[in-house]
Each structure stands twice: as structure tokens, then as C-alpha cells.
């Protein structure tokens, strides 16, 4: 069975820190995505990483994947208040003729000014 | 451009009645999907369209339940005698090109909350 697990499921940081959330997965996928959730609105597509090694960046938010380890990490860079947001991660996969797209916990994020 | 549209954005319901939640893709993306988001649950995968063709609907949580997309655009998921439990917000997105392509960004809509008195 495909599971997705983050963690922290809760995250509270001061402005201008770093941190990391970690994603690990059940199973084998070259595929994994994160998204942003702000309260009330839907997900938007942050990161697709597409093969083990990749990394993307975008403005303080830095995403890898490591398929041998099943692991990626969504680092925060000098974090800011409009960080502030619920990040998932997510992994498909398509095997025995079935297609799964499963989504981790969740990590909310808070950032304090 | 336009993104993933859903209606209604609200909908509230007695126990017992059918409801019917719409999704219009993005214009040319020829793959759909169906995700619901409860407190209890998290996102959960319900069921995926390749033009009209939904392969697999062993995600949807039960056989009140259905799905179908017509013309390769818009999908209807359809819950049947509702109950409380089926409360939740339902979400759908679509991608440009099949669950298969190596780069499949999925969109998301702005989502149904579905209320069940």
C-alpha cells in the first residue's frame, strides 16, 4: 500500500529562520509533488520533482527528492510571514493497471513576525 | 486563463438527498481527478478521468458514489443518498496530458464544501 508521511505535522518559526519538512514514501515512485495550501483556498502547485537527485527552487522555498530513500525535503529559507501555509507533498503511482496519487499529512506552517 | 472551475462552492444538504458537484477542467487538459479533503481523512484520491474514461473507481469511499465526464470537459461527481460522514470539501483538478506523462502538474479547482445535515 502507497503511504505518505511528513513530517512536522505542525511548525511554528520565527522570521528569518530555516527549516525543513521531510516527506518519505512507501514505495517505489520517481514522481513526487508539493503544494501550498492557504486556510480556505485550494492547493497550488509549488514543485514536481521528477527524478531522484532533482531540486528546484523557487524564492525561499527549495525542494529534493531522493528515490533511493524514498525522501524529499521542502527547505525554508530565511522564512517570512507570507510563508505562512499548510505544504503537502504528494506521490503517484500506477501499477497492476490502477493509478494512485496519495497526499502526506500535511505540515502546517506558521510564521511569527 | 481560465483555471479548474468547480460548482457550487457551497452546498448544504439534508441526510437522505442526492447531490451533484460539477468540475469544468482547464480548457484541453484531457486528464481529470477527484480528491476529497476532510479533517478526519486528509486528501484523499477518489477517482481520475482519461478523456471519458474513468479505468479505476475502487477509490470512491462507496457505491453511493459515482463519476462520469462527458465530451472530454466537464465531470460530475454524483453522492447519493447522502449522510453526515460525506461531508467535506470535494476538490477536482485536471492536467494537460494522461496520469502517465512524465510531468503530470496537476490544477486544482476551488472546491466544493459539501455540508450533510
Known amino acids: 500500500e502507497l503511504k505518505v508521511e511528513q513530517n512536522p505535522l505542525f511548525l511554528s518559526m520565527q522570521e528569518g529562520k530555516n527549516y525543513t519538512i521531510y516527506c518519505n514514501y512507501s514505495?517505489?515512485?520517481?514522481?513526487l509533488y508539493w503544494y501550498r495550501q492557504d486556510p480556505g483556498k485550494s492547493l497550488e502547485s509549488l514543485f514536481v520533482?521528477?527524478?531522484?537527485?532533482a531540486v528546484k527552487q523557487e524564492g525561499r522555498l527549495m525542494a529534493s527528492l531522493d528515490t533511493k530513500a524514498r525522501l524529499s525535503t521542502l527547505h525554508i529559507t530565511a522564512a517570512v510571514h507570507d510563508l505562512s501555509a499548510t505544504y503537502f507533498c504528494?506521490?503517484?503511482?500506477?501499477?497492476?493497471?490502477?493509478?494512485?496519487?496519495?497526499f502526506g499529512t500535511g505540515t502546517r506552517l506558521k510564521v511569527l513576525a | 486563463g481560465a483555471g479548474v472551475s468547480q460548482s457550487p462552492s457551497n452546498k448544504v444538504t439534508e441526510k437522505g438527498k442526492d447531490v451533484e458537484l460539477r468540475c469544468d477542467p482547464i480548457s484541453g487538459h484531457t486528464a481529470l481527478y477527484w480528491y476529497r479533503q476532510s479533517l478526519g481523512q486528509g486528501l484523499e484520491f477518489l477517482i481520475y478521468?482519461?478523456?471519458?474514461?474513468?479505468?479505476?473507481k475502487s477509490g470512491l469511499p462507496s457505491d453511493r458514489f459515482s463519476a462520469e465526464r462527458t465530451g472530454g470537459s466537464v465531470s460530475t461527481l454524483t453522492i447519493q443518498r447522502t449522510q453526515q460522514e460525506d461531508s467535506a470539501v470535494y476538490l477536482c483538478a485536471s492536467s494537460l496530458m494522461s496520469y502517465l506523462d512524465y510531468y503530470n502538474e496537476q490544477f486544482f479547482g476551488p472546491g466544493t464544501r459539501l455540508t450533510v445535515l
Open positions: 478521468f482519461q478523456g471519458n474514461s474513468a479505468p479505476d
Open positions: 520533482l521528477l527524478s531522484n537527485g
Open positions: 504528494a506521490v503517484d503511482s500506477f501499477a497492476s493497471g490502477t493509478y494512485k496519487y496519495i
Open positions: 514505495t517505489t515512485s520517481d514522481r
